[in-house]
């Protein structure tokens, strides 16, 4: 069996490194800031310019990648077990989404990080349904559908700008993955 084996090279570890870093301190601040939003459980999801911002300029494995790497470290600096798997479930159904949109060619950044914001509040309702044993929370899925359209949508709009204005000689010299 022939394996396909990319050849990483420093640009790109150091690229990898700087957006996980730079996930970490949108984190950092997210957590911070206290809950001014209508909603409890609502954040902006400002990690989520940096995984946008991967998934266009380097592809679906290394936003994938980037985001389950931020999650790990998120979870064992700030928060705990229930985060981490809260956080996973979203993050990894979000990036999920990301990429098959991504990967379908019809749609803008905006649309799938809109995409992305919703169907990383459906994993974590998903989630908490499991945990908590009890389908009575799935109501709440309602309002965060608005959320994760609202927090879709900006994120949407500054991974565009991100993804614009950063110039493509930073991304891995042009080798994408082809997710």
């Known amino acids: 069996m022939k394996r396909n084996h990319r050849k990483v090279n420093t640009k790109t570890v150091a690229v990898f490194g700087i957006l996980i870093a730079l996930a970490l301190v949108f984190s950092y601040v997210e957590s911070q800031v206290p809950a001014f939003f209508a909603f409890p459980g609502m954040k902006l999801g400002l990690t989520n310019v940096v995984v946008l911002t991967a998934l266009y300029q380097m592809g679906g494995v290394a936003?994938?990648?980037?985001?389950?790497?931020?999650?790990?470290l998120v979870s064992m600096l700030f928060g705990g077990p229930?985060?981490?798997?809260?956080?996973l479930a979203g993050g990894m159904l979000?990036?999920?989404?990301?990429?098959?949109?991504?990967?379908?060619g019809h749609f803008r950044?905006?649309?799938?990080?809109?995409?992305?914001?919703?169907?990383?509040?459906?994993?974590q309702i998903l989630t908490a349904m499991v945990l908590m044993n009890t389908?009575?929370?799935?109501?709440?899925?309602?309002?965060?559908?608005?959320?994760?359209?609202?927090?879709?949508?900006?994120?949407g709009l500054l991974g565009h700008i991100v993804i614009r204005r950063i110039p493509k000689s930073i991304w891995n010299g042009g080798n994408r993955?082809?997710?």
Request: aromatic letters at 10%.
């Open 177 to 179: 993955d082809e997710t």
């Open 63 to 72: 936003a994938m990648s980037i985001n389950l790497l931020r999650i790990a």
């Open 109 to 123: 950044p905006l649309t799938v990080s809109i995409a992305g914001g919703i169907a990383h509040n459906v994993g």
């Open 135 to 155: 389908a009575g929370i799935g109501w709440y899925l309602c309002v965060l559908w608005f959320t994760g359209l609202a927090s879709g949508t900006l994120i």
């Open 82 to 87: 229930s985060a981490f798997l809260y956080s």
């Open 94 to 104: 979000s990036t999920t989404v990301m990429i098959l949109l991504k990967k379908i």
